[in-house]
């Protein structure tokens, strides 16, 4: 019986030869860039292993500042007749036993930086603020670049600005302050009212001045990067721009704020000459913030080092291992506020 030949479906390509005609690879394709891939890879190995060793650089550096100030601190820690927490005395002569101490001089660098933080923080934020969602386009831009210049300048400039102009004019806001303030004791002048107000207020009115223009910048930019969305949709709502503000620009910005304010107040902390030039180094405790003297842990080993000797000299390196703990301790607060309120940050806006 003869079978009838069928056709093939339709949807079936007639049958080819496949080995005769191997299908030719397409452009674009793994095959095709094997010749830049070998780059590629190591151009990214060379990139990974500088990252990671500018990383491990940084903190051997950070292990061997640490070193070297503990041992040299041992050396006048053993030495020092008195206790070196809690003592007020800071004496390190030759030919005298050596009574030193870090409490009035960590007092003072935390209450200058304290005072400067309190006064320059929210003015930082609302001159950011400004420029960054009320000025005019071509306002912002020229105070973005006064504030940047300001940022940069040395601090003996402010320094030599702070000794002329402003300790000068720092007598009437002293006596302001003693007038109405005065029952709170620590702006009260005591027995040296009316002198001259080389005081712990006017170092921290300094540093304020000296630490609002980095604190600024960093805000500014901050807010800049705030998604335009996030605006729109609180304005669709109904919101007016200070809610708008309230309700999304700020919390966006709030970790960076924070690591805005750290930044200022590092440099208030470990500022030297601003402070050395201003500040008439008196080593007696008082909680009058306004009467002349006090001192600072930067500016008593700037002013001291270079007549010190033997225990006088690892004495000052001792301050400073106290400076750079307090610095380390600062930092690792921010961390911890910014990994708590991470929920509030951009990351998972």
């Not at 190591?42 to 292993?49: E, I, K, R, V, Y």
């Not at 041992?71 to 009574?99: Q, Y």
Request: no cysteine; aromatic share 8%; glycine share 10%.
């Amino acid at each position: 019986m003869e079978i009838p030949e069928t056709a093939p479906p339709a949807d079936v390509p007639p049958s080819q030869d496949l080995a005769a005609s191997p299908r030719a690879p397409r452009r674009g394709t793994a095959a095709s860039r094997l010749s830049g891939k070998g780059s590629s890879r190591l151009g990214d190995l060379l990139f990974s292993a500088s990252s990671r060793g500018s990383g491990i650089l940084l903190l051997v550096i950070m292990a061997a500042i640490a070193i070297f100030l503990s041992i040299r601190s041992v050396i006048a820690i053993h030495a020092d007749t008195g206790n070196f927490l809690t003592s007020f005395n800071w004496n390190t002569a030759i030919g005298t036993p050596p009574d030193f101490g870090i409490a009035l001089l960590a007092f003072g660098t935390i209450v200058s930086a304290l005072i400067a933080m309190v006064l320059a923080v929210p003015v930082s934020i609302g001159v950011a603020l400004f420029i960054s969602h009320y000025a005019p386009r071509r306002m912002a831009q020229a105070l973005g670049y006064v504030v940047d210049l300001l940022a940069a300048v040395p601090s003996i400039v402010y320094g030599l600005w702070g000794a002329l102009f402003l300790v000068p004019h720092m007598l009437g806001t002293n006596a302001w302050l003693n007038t109405y303030f005065g029952w709170t004791y620590i702006f009260s002048e005591g027995d040296q009212a009316g002198t001259q107000p080389r005081s712990l207020f006017t170092v921290g009115v300094l540093l304020a001045i000296m630490i609002l223009p980095i604190v600024t910048a960093v805000t500014r930019e901050i807010f800049l990067q705030v998604p335009r969305m996030y605006e729109e949709a609180a304005l669709a709502l109904g919101a007016t721009r200070w809610e708008v503000i309230r309700t999304s620009v700020l919390p966006f910005a709030r970790s960076g704020i924070i690591s805005a304010s750290m930044l200022g107040l590092g440099r208030a902390l470990g500022e030297t000459m601003a402070v050395a030039t201003v500040l008439s180094s008196n080593l007696v405790f008082s909680l009058h913030l306004t009467a002349p003297g006090g001192s600072t842990i930067a500016q008593n080993i700037a002013t001291q080092f270079g007549e010190a000797q033997g225990v006088g000299r690892d004495a000052l390196i001792a301050s400073g291992l106290v400076l750079f703990l307090i610095t380390l301790l600062v930092n690792g607060g921010a961390r911890l506020i910014i990994a708590r309120r991470k929920e509030y940050s951009g990351a998972n806006a």
